[in-house]
């Protein structure tokens, strides 16, 4: 089965850090674009950052700009979310998503994973 598996949420205070990891498994993700999205409770889903194969390209939220820092490692066939500086609202669920296109913020992925709770308190 393939998954891409969300790990690293947690319930941390403004002003924390976090890292986020998307690890692949029943197939190999390292020739697909890799991205983060996230939802809040009542919100759409939105774009957080996106990053090219080889990971040479990468794009973010403005709102995230500066904060967050996205990664991959392809030995290990991973993407990261470097957050710091965490805010309220950047509470929600952090989802990773996979694409053999360079989609960017386009809600158009071909894979998606589960999502990891990420909340954070003032």
């Known amino acids: 089965q393939v998954q891409l598996v969300e790990s690293g949420g947690g319930l941390v205070q403004a002003g924390d850090s976090l890292r986020l990891s998307c690890a692949a498994s029943?197939?190999?993700?390292?020739?697909?674009?890799k991205a983060w999205f996230r939802q809040a409770p009542g919100k759409e889903r939105e774009f957080v950052a996106a990053?090219?194969?080889?990971?040479?390209?990468?794009d973010y939220a403005n709102s995230v700009k500066g904060r967050f820092t996205i990664s991959r490692d392809n030995v290990k066939d991973t993407v990261y979310l470097q957050m710091n500086n965490l805010v309220q609202e950047d509470t929600a669920v952090y989802y990773c998503?996979?694409?053999?296109?360079?989609?960017?913020?386009?809600?158009?992925?071909?894979?998606w994973g589960q999502g990891t709770q990420v909340t954070v308190s003032s």
């Open positions: 029943g197939r190999t993700f390292t020739l697909y674009a």
């Open positions: 998503a996979a694409d053999r296109l360079w989609l960017g913020e386009r809600r158009l992925y071909t894979f």
């Open positions: 990053i090219s194969s080889s990971g040479s390209t990468t």
